[in-house]
């Protein structure tokens, strides 16, 4: 059997970030204004290394690039997701993504960004940006140059445990006081729409606007994913979603159960309690990858985790 691939996170520190990567998470990170986890990458803005075992200091693109049979020989020339903690204690500029094919174009043959949104916390009138409400091309690019955006964009509430799908085109902000567990393409590619007019080293951050407007969907059209959930020995496991990039599950352990690691590789973070997986504890705040060929194994203890997997 394969070791499990403990990961050392990658930080950020963000002009929006707060300091709840060190209060809810025991990270220790001298700045209070981390915004960002990078919890499982092998980006080149952020490549994870491996913290113990055979491959400890390797990094993460390096076992992508020359120990693919770890990964099931899956194909592709860079690891396929990008895990993030994101703790927002202002709001997130107003955004969107492009899709692969505008990516590689425009954006040097890079990914495109399909990503997904698990809430981790959030205050208790907790809100989000999701969506637009112009008709058209032609409505969207007036509204955005008139400054109209209390008239364009859609803030939804959200609470603790509300999950959402972000496919390209969609407009979308994080806000503050909301942390969030983020699965998404292996991409760093984002279009800023409006910033509220910060600054950052005495500047205005760039804005990405003919860009913006090209990917935009329009009207824009939003699919909330089907979760499903199935009762297992000790505990629960609910699919989040099922897409072409990846699949999200929530495992929830209050006692032991056993599993089997059956895709070419699965990704996990523990977002709530402790416990132990084939005798190794675990605890929140950490991120592993099962590798190809795990096998079954033992998850025990009370804990929740995220898990993904291609």
Not at 86 to 114: C, F, M, R
Not at 235 to 255: A, H, M, R, S, W
Request: with cysteine; hydrophobic share 35%.
């Amino acid at each position: 059997m394969q070791d499990i691939l403990f990961l050392e996170p990658v930080f950020k520190e963000m002009i929006w970030g707060g300091n709840r990567l060190n209060t809810d998470f025991g990270y220790d990170i001298p700045s209070d204004n981390t915004g960002e986890c990078w919890a499982v990458s092998a980006h080149t803005n952020g490549d994870c290394k491996i913290k113990a075992g055979e491959y400890k200091g390797e990094t993460l693109s390096s076992l992508w690039a020359n120990h693919r049979e770890l990964f099931g020989n899956a194909e592709g020339d860079v690891f396929p997701l990008l895990i993030k903690i994101i703790d927002a204690k202002q709001d997130l500029s107003i955004q969107v993504h492009p899709d692969d094919n505008y990516a590689k174009t425009h954006e040097n043959g890079s990914l495109g960004k399909t990503e997904c949104w698990y809430i981790l916390n959030c205050k208790d009138d907790g809100k989000i940006v999701i969506g637009h409400n112009a008709n058209n091309k032609e409505e969207l690019s007036s509204m955005i140059h008139n400054n109209q955006w209390e008239e364009l964009i859609r803030v939804i509430p959200i609470k603790k445990g509300d999950f959402f799908q972000i496919i390209p085109g969609t407009v979308h902000a994080i806000k503050a006081g909301t942390v969030i567990l983020e699965t998404q393409q292996n991409s760093d590619i984002t279009y800023r729409l409006y910033d509220y007019g910060r600054l950052q080293n005495g500047k205005p951050r760039e804005l990405h606007i003919d860009k913006s407007i090209d990917v935009i969907t329009c009207p824009q059209k939003l699919t909330e994913p089907v979760r499903k959930i199935w009762d297992i020995k000790g505990g629960q496991i609910e699919e989040l979603v099922n897409c072409e990039f990846y699949t999200v599950e929530k495992i929830t352990i209050n006692g032991s159960t056993a599993l089997e690691q059956v895709e070419p590789f699965t990704i996990m973070s523990v977002i709530n309690g402790e416990g132990y997986l084939d005798g190794e504890r675990i605890t929140k705040g950490d991120h592993f990858i099962l590798p190809s060929g795990f096998g079954s194994y033992v998850l025990e203890g009370n804990l929740e985790c995220i898990a993904s997997h291609i």
